[in-house]
């Protein structure tokens, strides 16, 4: 039998946190697949989604151009816009939508071909995050500036949020009344809000959302009462038992030293595949559906499990690392890792993409799918 380890992804489930998102919001929403949807397979995702969803995001134009060669024909944004003149050329054959925030970008649109003229643009501008945007004065120089060059079709306005997953930061209200202030009379659609601004912010809800994390099912702001379906399933099985008498050492370092009698579960999964290190004893794991924790230092192929508790559960037992009986966040909050982090470092187990729950289930490699 070959490993039992794998990453189960609902798309039924990505579906559904799409369209609550976008329902939560109002208007329309970029779904983001941007990291390989946050590694969860941005080709399968970008398809699960196409029927549904107004635009993806992703972050630079190599992303997109692999969508664009799956066949998805949803208009695309580029939130780091191009970082080369023949990006730009590439982007406006693909019909890309682009983020520009920073004046090197919009010199490359004011020099670019003149066959160069459908280009729809998003004006990004630094609301307060003070990362890449232009700067509060000078969003309205850009935006006339773009309008002079003659190749755009159309401009977006937007602005990205560096603490709105702090339902109370008084940063955030600042933020928004910034970006109005600095945008005031300028025609156009408008665009603030990220998953934890749809979640915590309805002030910020413009034309467009841009949903990411949470589409995977992870809340960043910690309170949110709605039902957020678990996507990824990382998965695998109990394959030996040992018997620790008191006072015995288990694993690298033996860091774990059982207090009484414990009865471990041997699981084939480790750091190499995504599981973080950081992860040791006492972060929630799930055998056979009942909630129990980890012990000892993760390897990188294998882990163990505390079945002290779990009577019935021995090898064959499924084991979740994450999923609907434990959520990422959970794992993440034992790590000190972000839920984010985690996701996209998903590797080496196969991806299995089902439907729903209990269709039947399609292997794949989540990229080279077609
Ligand atoms: C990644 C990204 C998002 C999505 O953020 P989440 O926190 O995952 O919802 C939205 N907007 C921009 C500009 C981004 O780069």
Not at 331 to 346: D, F, K, P, R, S
Request: a neutral charge.
């Amino acid at each position: 039998m070959s490993r039992p380890s794998r990453a189960r992804i609902d798309l039924a489930a990505l579906r559904h946190n799409y369209l609550a998102a976008r329902r939560l919001h109002g208007g329309r929403a970029v779904a983001v697949l941007k990291a390989n949807a946050y590694g969860h397979g941005a080709v399968v995702c970008a398809r699960a989604l196409e029927s549904i969803s107004d635009a993806f995001g992703v972050a630079f134009v190599a992303e997109a151009q692999e969508l664009c060669e799956a066949g998805i024909r949803t208009p695309i944004l580029v939130l780091e816009g191009a970082f080369t003149p023949t990006e730009l050329e590439r982007a406006h054959q693909l019909g890309l939508w682009l983020v520009v925030h920073h004046e090197e970008q919009l010199r490359m649109i004011e020099r670019a071909p003149t066959n160069c003229t459908r280009l729809n643009v998003w004006l990004k501008i630094d609301s307060g995050m003070r990362r890449a945007g232009v700067p509060l004065a000078q969003a309205k120089n850009f935006h006339a500036r773009l309008l002079t060059t003659g190749r755009v079709a159309s401009i977006t306005l937007m602005s990205h949020l560096a603490r709105a997953d702090e339902p109370r930061a008084e940063a955030t209200r600042m933020q928004i009344e910034e970006f109005d202030a600095a945008t005031a009379g300028l025609p156009g659609p408008r665009s603030l809000a990220n998953s934890a601004a749809i979640l915590a912010w309805p002030s910020a809800s413009r034309d467009w959302a841009r949903p990411g994390i949470v589409l995977y099912s992870v809340d960043p702001t910690g309170e949110s009462q709605l039902d957020w379906r678990a996507v990824m399933t990382l998965i695998s099985e109990v394959f030996a038992e040992r018997l620790l008498a008191p006072g015995e050492a288990m694993g690298y370092g033996g860091s774990f030293v059982a207090e009484q009698a414990t009865r471990v579960g041997l699981v084939a999964l480790g750091y190499g595949d995504g599981y973080p290190a950081r992860a040791s004893t006492g972060t929630p794991v799930a055998v056979d559906d009942r909630r129990t924790r980890v012990i000892g230092r993760v390897s990188m192929d294998m882990l163990a499990v505390d079945l002290s508790e779990l009577p019935e559960a021995g090898v064959g037992s499924r084991v979740e690392l994450w999923g609907a009986n434990v959520r990422v966040a959970e794992v993440a909050a034992h790590a000190g890792l972000l839920t984010y982090e985690i996701l996209c470092n998903v590797k080496r187990v196969p991806f299995d993409y089902i439907e729903a729950a209990n269709s039947a289930t399609e292997t794949g490699d989540r990229r080279a799918r077609t």
